[in-house]
């Protein structure tokens, strides 16, 4: 377990954090310093209370505006993939008729080369 000291609106925090998480802690700090500047710089002082509770809100909508995209974009995620899995279904359906129609013009061309060789057998005995 890990210790480091992260600013936050002028005051220190000592914080515990994993080994090796304390990069990705005094980076998470710093942000959430910079909506305190944001902040303050947009209300003035009104106290550390309020802006971190507007800090947080605000880290909260951010949160919830990503959720909400990431539902509408696994939403369109599934969408895709049942129109892919259409797709292949009636590609499987165009491979089948086309497989049939193969088969029935080869049939087709086998008994015309039986007539083919049938008539040239007559005309030759004749």
Same mark, same amino acid.
């Given at each position: 377990?890990?210790? *480091?000291?992260? %600013? *936050?609106?002028?005051? =220190?925090?000592?914080?515990?954090?994993?080994?090796?998480?304390?990069?990705?802690?005094?980076?998470?700090?710093? @942000?959430? /310093?910079?909506?305190?500047? &944001?902040?303050?710089?947009?209300?003035?002082?009104?106290?550390?209370?309020?802006? %971190?509770?507007?800090?947080? *809100?605000?880290?909260?909508?951010?949160? =919830?505006?990503?959720?909400?995209?990431?539902?509408?974009?696994?939403?369109?995620?599934?969408?895709?993939?049942?129109?892919?899995?259409?797709?292949? /279904?009636?590609?499987?359906?165009?491979?089948? &008729?086309?497989? @049939?129609?193969?088969?029935?013009?080869?049939? @087709? *061309?086998?008994?015309?080369?039986?007539?083919?060789?049938?008539?040239?057998?007559?005309?030759?005995?004749?």
């Amino acid at each position: 377990m890990s210790q *480091i000291t992260v %600013t *936050i609106n002028g005051k =220190s925090f000592r914080m515990a954090c994993d080994d090796g998480e304390e990069d990705r802690l005094m980076g998470l700090a710093a @942000r959430f /310093d910079g909506w305190i500047s &944001e902040l303050k710089g947009a209300f003035g002082e009104i106290g550390d209370q309020r802006l %971190t509770v507007m800090a947080g *809100i605000m880290a909260t909508d951010q949160l =919830s505006e990503l959720e909400r995209r990431v539902k509408q974009l696994e939403g369109e995620l599934e969408d895709a993939r049942q129109r892919q899995v259409a797709a292949l /279904d009636n590609m499987s359906q165009n491979e089948e &008729e086309l497989s @049939r129609a193969v088969t029935t013009a080869a049939a @087709r *061309i086998e008994s015309l080369a039986d007539s083919l060789t049938r008539s040239l057998r007559t005309s030759e005995t004749s």
